[in-house]
């Protein structure tokens, strides 16, 4: 049977905005990303980008607007959040991994806990999610034995662990030393590969250019433009996409 859903964007924002107080820091943005999209946001620091990222789980409540993920509105009480939220992973730019535990225990958490899943199970799930991401050698390992890249590739796997519809990386690569950044990119533009939904701000502009299917330069709290990478990086439109990337070294 075919279901409208289908065709329908993974994520809709819909005049979404947030204020902090007075401040209003989005102001009505919309945005669609489609199903397989990879979408980058770039810009400057203060902007709205991790407070965009943010609202699409609820981690910052909407001021107003909508918000759609997979046909849902994540605001509407009728929904289960929790279970929604499960459709939107996010990765952020600290890892947050328990020292205590292993790669492959701090991936089986989230599945034992949220998805209630058997040990068993989520053992077997945590070893397929961190092959993916090219750590089958170190599951049995505690993040103090990792580099930043590996540990930020185990919370990605950990995010792949709950099957999320989309993927919203916030900077996920700021924290880690330039020679470790390729690791984790080279994971993004394999999981593009396979398909995978994603939105990632990142000042990683020539991976931007070269891996993103659209680009959006926010400022202001606005969406200023969006286009696909040659027209954002080799011809914007607007003034402040110009000025804004000819700020960047
Ligand atoms: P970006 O990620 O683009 O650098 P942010 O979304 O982090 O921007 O922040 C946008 C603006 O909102 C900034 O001015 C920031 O100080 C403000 N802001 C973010 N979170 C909060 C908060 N929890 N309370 C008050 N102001 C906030
Ligand atoms: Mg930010």
Redesign the pocket.
Same mark, same amino acid.
């Given at each position: 049977m075919l279901d409208d859903q289908t065709t329908r964007p993974i994520l809709e924002l819909r005049g979404l905005t947030k204020s902090? !107080?007075e401040?209003e820091?989005l102001k009505a943005v919309d945005l669609d990303v489609e199903q397989g999209e990879m979408v980058f946001i770039i !810009?400057? %620091?203060?902007? !709205?980008? %991790?407070? *965009? *990222?943010?609202c699409c789980n609820r981690l910052?409540e909407p001021s107003g607007g909508r918000i759609y993920v997979d046909g849902k509105d994540i605001c509407d009480p009728k929904n289960d959040l929790n279970k929604l939220r499960q459709k939107i992973g996010m990765v952020f730019q600290s890892f947050n991994l328990y020292a205590h535990m292993t790669a492959k225990q701090n991936v089986m958490l989230a599945l034992r806990k949220v998805q209630k899943k058997s040990k068993e199970e989520a053992e077997q799930t945590a070893i397929e999610m961190l092959t993916r991401v090219g750590l089958a050698e170190r599951v049995d390992h505690f993040p103090s034995q990792l580099s930043g890249g590996q540990q930020q590739r185990v919370a990605i796997a950990r995010t792949l662990a709950l099957g999320p519809k989309i993927v919203l990386f916030?900077?996920p690569t700021s924290a880690l030393d330039p020679e470790l950044v390729g690791g984790v990119l080279q994971v993004m533009r394999q999981l593009r590969e396979e398909g995978m939904t994603m939105v990632v701000?990142s000042h990683e502009m020539r991976f931007a250019r070269d891996a993103a299917d659209r680009v959006v330069f926010?400022a202001d709290?606005v969406i200023q433009e969006m286009g696909p990478p040659e027209q954002i990086f080799g011809a914007p439109q607007v003034a402040r996409t110009r000025e804004f990337l000819s700020s960047l070294d």
């Open positions: 902090f !107080g401040t820091i !810009g400057p %620091s203060g902007s !709205g980008k %991790s407070t *965009l *990222l943010r910052e916030d900077e701000v926010m709290g």
